[in-house]
């Protein structure tokens, strides 16, 4: 698991899809909330007339008044019944989107941590999975696991790519060897022009 860390890019795409995810989802709520309230008013509106039709002397057949009430009251509950369950899952979705946002958004930070617990949540959260195996612990990193060394190379392209926009000029490429090192030293302050100074490249290299 050292070998690897969090896409540099999952927060930005993870938070991009829940809000596609969270429009869909809350487009769709309404509809039905809309859909179901509507056919509860459309009972209520016809017990309200089977009321007044008795009150009327119009409906006398007491039987077939309270069947007809008895009934409309039965649809009535039942789309209010609905309507409670559709609110239910509307308030568990928010609570969801909003788990989902707090995870996305630390999701790097824990994984990267020292603590192995944060980091088999992200595993197991994001679907990777840990193992045990002839007493070896084999870790499958899911696709939002990248190695480390991928990151940082996708992390330099991306400031170089910020600078370019910013500057319009692409800094020269170098092949250097990073297992060498120019030691660290203080620059004291001389009289005179530049040619007087020392440079860094002056102290020599370290391997």
């Not at 690897?4 to 795409?13: A, E, H, Q, R, S």
């Not at 487009?27 to 017990?47: F, G, I, P, T």
């Not at 039965?74 to 239910?88: G, P």
């Amino acid at each position: 698991m050292a070998k690897y860390t969090i896409d540099p890019d999952f927060f930005k795409l993870a938070v991009e899809a829940l809000a596609e995810e969270d429009e869909a989802r809350i487009a769709d709520q309404d509809k039905k909330m809309n859909e179901l309230r509507k056919q509860r008013d459309q009972r209520v509106s016809e017990l309200t007339n089977l009321r007044q039709l008795r009150y009327k002397n119009i409906i006398t057949d007491d039987s077939y008044f309270l069947e007809e009430s008895e009934n409309l009251e039965n649809q009535i509950k039942a789309r209010e019944k609905a309507i409670a369950k559709a609110e239910v899952a509307s308030r568990d979705w928010r609570q969801v989107a909003n788990d989902v946002f707090m995870f996305a958004k630390y999701a790097k930070e824990d994984f990267d941590s020292d603590d192995l617990e944060r980091k088999q949540y992200v595993i197991k959260t994001l679907g990777g999975k840990l193992e045990l195996k002839a007493r070896t612990l084999v870790f499958t990193p899911s696709k939002y696991l990248i190695p480390i060394q991928k990151a940082v190379s996708q992390t330099k392209e991306a400031k170089e790519t910020a600078r370019m926009r910013f500057t319009g000029v692409r800094r020269p490429q170098t092949h250097l060897n990073f297992n060498v090192v120019h030691p660290a030293r203080f620059e004291l302050t001389t009289p005179g022009t530049g040619n007087q100074c020392s440079t860094p490249l002056s102290y020599g290299c370290k391997i």
